[in-house]
């Protein structure tokens, strides 16, 4: 067996936050001191290296178990099939619920649990379990539906990535900037191995001898503040460096196992990052092959959406698919690419036929 997507769905919150709402905070470097420049320079720079103009947040009262159910809901509608028959519900976040204006994250019971829960499913053999994985979670519990379908083990998963990481960013980072919120799945489901369509190859990995806190939770810039709670942080030139040095790698490694041609290649859904460095690692993928990548193999949303960690690679799959996203498109019989690096430091790749 193979497992083939029958269904994809996203949210996308409707609260836009422009680059402009930034100007009058109050940015800090990573010892506490203010920038030399005013806020104008340093949304310039960011926009000019990140691609991203805008960003979505949640509303007040949804928390990202809720906006999990809304993507798992259209998804369902999509697939066509009774949310019953599903055997596996995975949820990929980082996070967990954070309410708004609290400082605790709650996990307990999963996120999948609540997901479940909210779908109204009663079938106690449909089992929920979350997955923590970095940005590149969504891709990764694809990879494990996949292994449950080849098993035996399930016949329909449903695996979804979601988090609102607006509510766990440093108001005082000037990387506060990249973040976003958002939840996007799929439903897969086990088909005969003859069939031309689903997933070909796929491909992890986890690299924790000198990477493995690359992004961690850390205390605001402003050391005035002085309180107990912990934001999401990073070193970005060393992911950058990361990134460009293995993802490019193992996505060939990827391509290279399912037997694909780099020239069938159609898109590559990669994790909505970093503008630059998405490119970056695109050109350096098909510079692999002898080859120059093509101008539109690579769709991006991060330009509106920003970075929404696990939620990105689902979410541009499905307004690609639902042909949302103007200039891209993908038909039956084409081949495509997912992959993502995060917290971890952890890369995945998936090489899958339409």
Request: net charge negative; proline share 3%; glycine share 8%.
């Amino acid at each position: 067996m193979r497992s083939k997507i029958i269904g994809v769905g996203s949210f996308i919150p409707s609260k836009v936050a422009t680059n402009e709402g930034f100007e009058n905070h109050d940015f800090y470097t990573e010892d506490g001191s203010p920038f030399d420049h005013d806020n104008a320079v340093i949304i310039e720079k960011f926009k000019a290296i990140t691609g991203i103009a805008e960003r979505r947040y949640i509303k007040d009262n949804l928390v990202t178990s809720e906006i999990a159910q809304f993507a798992a809901e259209n998804a369902l509608k999509d697939a066509r099939i009774d949310k019953e028959t599903l055997d596996y519900i995975i949820v990929a976040h980082n996070y967990g619920d954070v309410k708004h204006g609290t400082q605790q994250s709650d996990t307990v019971p999963s996120l999948a649990s609540r997901v479940k829960h909210l779908l109204r499913i009663k079938n106690p053999k449909c089992v929920a379990y979350d997955i923590l994985f970095g940005c590149p979670g969504w891709v990764e519990g694809m990879i494990q539906a996949e292994a449950y379908i080849k098993s035996g083990l399930a016949k329909r998963c449903m695996v979804i990535g979601a988090e609102a990481l607006s509510r766990v960013v440093d108001q005082h980072d000037r990387d506060s900037m990249i973040y976003s919120d958002g939840a996007g799945a799929t439903i897969v489901e086990g088909v005969d191995e003859s069939s031309q369509s689903g997933v070909l190859a796929h491909a992890s990995a986890t690299y924790t001898y000198d990477e493995a806190h690359f992004i961690y939770f850390g205390e605001s810039n402003n050391q005035e503040l002085n309180d107990a709670r912990r934001y999401i942080k990073m070193y970005g030139r060393k992911i950058y460096e990361f990134a460009l040095s293995n993802v490019p790698n193992a996505m060939k490694d990827c391509l290279d196992e399912a037997g694909i041609s780099i020239d069938e290649v159609k898109k590559v859904f990669i994790h909505q990052a970093n503008e630059k460095m998405d490119e970056a690692i695109i050109k350096r993928f098909f510079k692999l092959y002898g080859k120059e990548a093509p101008h539109d193999v690579m769709p991006m949303t991060i330009d509106k959406l920003g970075n929404s960690s696990v939620a990105t690679v689902p979410t541009v799959f499905d307004l690609v698919v639902k042909g949302k996203l103007d200039g891209h498109n993908v038909k039956q019989g084409d081949i495509v690419i997912f992959a993502s690096v995060g917290a971890g430091m952890n890369i995945n790749a998936i090489v899958y036929r339409m």
